[in-house]
């Protein structure tokens, strides 16, 4: 059953600490996408990644945050320095493109806790 | 821009009534995808369907039906013979075609079913 896997499921850490989250996406897609969700904001979009180029980063702070995909299996998402603010659970999604339509299956979500 | 409303922040219902949860969208694209996700306690996002906007006949999975109509902008669910597994929020979302497929979340409903 090919799920897409996330790591770590909890992460609590103090302010200014950098935190690296982790993503396996199934194999085969070639799409990538973070997500993150809060309370206020919701489900929105920060990044994603087609073939491992970034296509839209718009949704991510830049100046703490960083997405990257070192390879076909692995993206990863970072934040330094953390802010009390990013605490909210980070959600990884994959999917294969094609002819401009990806259908999105999410991970299980890594929960962050900045305190 | 593109946006998702689900006005139904909560609904209770007893365990074996019908239940709809109401989706209604907004977008400047002709071409576009229409989604239905679920999200249980666990905290998962599990992926119910994915409609495309050329194609507005309803769709019936088991107890889940979902009614698309391009004329109100709506994509509604409704599950019948509501069972408590069913307890979870609920999130509809839309997507572009060919360009730029990140997902539009809205708010959630939080369906509970009780016994």
């Known amino acids: 059953d090919a799920r897409v896997t996330q790591t770590p499921r909890d992460k609590v850490t103090e302010m200014g600490q950098e935190v690296t989250m982790r993503c396996q996406p199934i194999l085969g897609h070639n799409t990538v996408f973070w997500y993150r969700q809060t309370m206020m904001q919701g489900l929105e979009l920060l990044a994603y990644?087609?073939?491992?180029?970034?296509?839209?980063d718009s949704g991510m702070p830049k100046d703490r945050f960083s997405a990257e995909m070192p390879d076909a299996t692995l993206a990863t998402l970072k934040i330094q320095p953390s802010e009390p603010r990013d605490s909210a659970v980070y959600f990884c999604?994959?999917?294969?493109?094609?002819?401009?339509?990806?259908?999105?299956?999410f991970g299980q979500g890594t929960r962050l806790t900045v305190v | 821009a593109q946006k998702v409303t689900q006005a139904q922040t909560e609904i209770s219902v007893v365990e074996k009534e019908d239940v709809t949860l109401d989706c209604v969208y907004e977008?400047?694209?002709?071409?576009?995808?229409l989604f239905w996700y679920k999200q249980p306690p666990s905290g998962e996002l599990v992926f119910l369907i994915r409609?495309?906007?050329?194609?507005?006949q309803n769709e019936i999975s088991g107890r889940y039906s979902w009614n698309f109509q391009k004329s109100t902008s709506s994509f509604n669910f409704t599950i019948t013979a509501s069972q408590v597994v069913d307890s979870a929020v609920y999130f509809c979302?839309?997507?572009?075609?060919?360009?730029?497929?990140?997902?539009?979340f809205g708010t959630g409903t939080r369906l509970t079913i009780i016994p």
């Open positions: 990644f087609r073939n491992r180029a970034p296509l839209d």
């Open positions: 409609r495309n906007s050329f194609d507005e």
């Open positions: 977008t400047r694209d002709t071409t576009y995808y």
């Open positions: 979302a839309l997507s572009e075609v060919g360009g730029n497929e990140k997902l539009t």
């Open positions: 999604a994959s999917g294969l493109t094609t002819s401009g339509d990806t259908e999105a299956f």
